[in-house]
């Protein structure tokens, strides 16, 4: 959960995204879109109809075409080996529609980095085209991502600074102390109680780039209270 940062507020997939997207229509010919992956040096792109995301076609489909289907023996053989079977129609496809698979896995702009790696990770996909409602307007690939989660020390020190002791908590630079060494953060300093202390390490563990939090934050003590005695 992101805690008290909201979604909002995490780095967001249009933060990372690529703007300029390589697509194919889907009467595109297969030499065609070989040709332009290797000129565009992608391994994958999105097959559109104007702004519409149709599918995404990859290298894998493409080198379908350079295998045949194999000769099955018989019914049990078929049905033993059918999931390693090349799909027939990506055999047969001469075409980026033909080819593609679809429907295409997307996601939104203002989605965090850290659902579009998961997405990724699950689906064991490169890349998700970026949709603002039925419209393409990015792409974000695993590099993309690698590159955000891989931000240097300074980054990630002025994100927790700014976006969150100062703007968040409004609190001073001189109340809490922040060090961050090879993504591993250091809190330090007194804050008011020992709520607002797991809320700022909770803040500070949602930057891309952290690796760990260790916190020396303080507060006062709740002193018990005393009953008054009536004489």
């Given at each position: 959960t992101l805690g008290v940062r909201?979604?909002?507020?995490?780095?967001?997939?249009?933060?990372?995204?690529?703007?300029?997207?390589?697509?194919?229509?889907?009467?595109?010919?297969?030499?065609?879109?070989?040709?332009?992956?290797?000129?565009?040096?992608?391994?994958?792109?999105?097959?559109?109809?104007?702004?519409?995301?149709?599918?995404?076609?990859?290298?894998?489909?493409?080198?379908?075409?350079?295998?045949?289907?194999?000769?099955?023996?018989?019914?049990?053989?078929?049905?033993?080996?059918?999931?390693?079977?090349?799909?027939?129609a990506k055999l047969?496809?001469?075409?980026?529609?033909?080819?593609?698979?679809?429907?295409?896995?997307?996601?939104?702009?203002?989605?965090?980095?850290?659902?579009?790696?998961?997405?990724?990770?699950?689906?064991?996909?490169?890349?998700?085209?970026?949709?603002?409602?039925?419209s393409l307007v990015g792409i974000v690939t695993r590099t993309d991502l690698v590159r955000a989660f891989t931000r240097g020390d300074e980054e990630i020190e002025r994100d927790i600074r700014e976006d969150g002791i100062l703007r968040r908590f409004w609190l001073s630079t001189a109340t809490v102390q922040i060090t961050v060494d090879d993504g591993d953060v250091a809190l330090e300093g007194r804050v008011a109680s020992k709520e607002l202390a797991d809320s700022i390490v909770e803040f500070a563990e949602q930057p891309p780039g952290v690796v760990s939090v260790e916190s020396k934050l303080t507060w006062p003590k709740t002193k018990p209270r005393r009953e008054r005695t009536l004489a």
């Open positions: 909201d979604k909002e507020e995490a780095m967001k997939v249009s933060d990372v995204m690529t703007e300029k997207v390589f697509t194919v229509g889907s009467d595109t010919p297969l030499k065609i879109v070989a040709t332009r992956m290797l000129e565009y040096g992608v391994s994958g792109m999105p097959v559109v109809d104007g702004d519409r995301v149709l599918g995404v076609i990859s290298e894998t489909d493409v080198l379908f075409k350079e295998r045949t289907a194999p000769d099955r023996k018989g019914l049990v053989d078929w049905l033993v080996h059918y999931a390693e079977d090349p799909p027939l047969e496809a001469r075409t980026a529609g033909q080819a593609m698979t679809t429907p295409a896995v997307t996601i939104a702009p203002g989605r965090s980095v850290a659902d579009a790696a998961e997405r990724m990770l699950e689906l064991s996909i490169d890349r998700l085209p970026v949709v603002d409602g039925d």
